[in-house]
Nanobody, 115 residues
Framework: VQLQASGGGLVQAGGSLRLSCTAS?????????MGWYRQAPGKQRELVASISRLRNTDYADSVKGRFTISRDNAKKTVYLQMSSLKPEDTAVYYCNRLTGEPYYWGQGTLVTVSS
């Protein structure tokens, strides 16, 4: 299974971006809780948002009220709508499943927020 994240870029503080992550290959995507993670330079990867197969969502305190995770099971895609972005949101963003062993992480997508 491959996870392809996209949608990152350079944005000014206060701006918005929408990230997408599509799974390809043989996967029971609909059965998994999926999550968006990020890794800032010099820091460990952290989970910022998750969505269960029943679309229950959870967020890290640092992004609550600003980020929204969603999923389209037919497209095997999970989204992250990011608003009111802050410079501290700058990181490489990845998606992966929280159910079972993680898939290969892939390249992720870089989000850079300028002040």
């Amino acid at each position: 299974v491959q996870l392809q994240a996209s949608g990152g870029g350079l944005v000014q503080a206060g701006g918005s971006l929408r990230l997408s992550c599509t799974a390809s290959g043989s996967t029971s995507f609909t059965a998994f809780t999926m999550g968006w993670y990020r890794q800032a330079p010099g820091k460990q990867r952290e989970l910022v948002a998750s969505i269960s197969r029943l679309r229950n969502t959870d967020y890290a305190d640092s992004v609550k009220g600003r980020f929204t995770i969603s999923r389209d099971n037919a497209k095997k895609t999970v989204y992250l709508q990011m608003s009111s972005l802050k410079p501290e949101d700058t990181a490489v963003y990845y998606c992966n499943r929280l159910t079972g062993e993680p898939y290969y992480w892939g390249q992720g997508t870089l989000v850079t927020v300028s002040s």
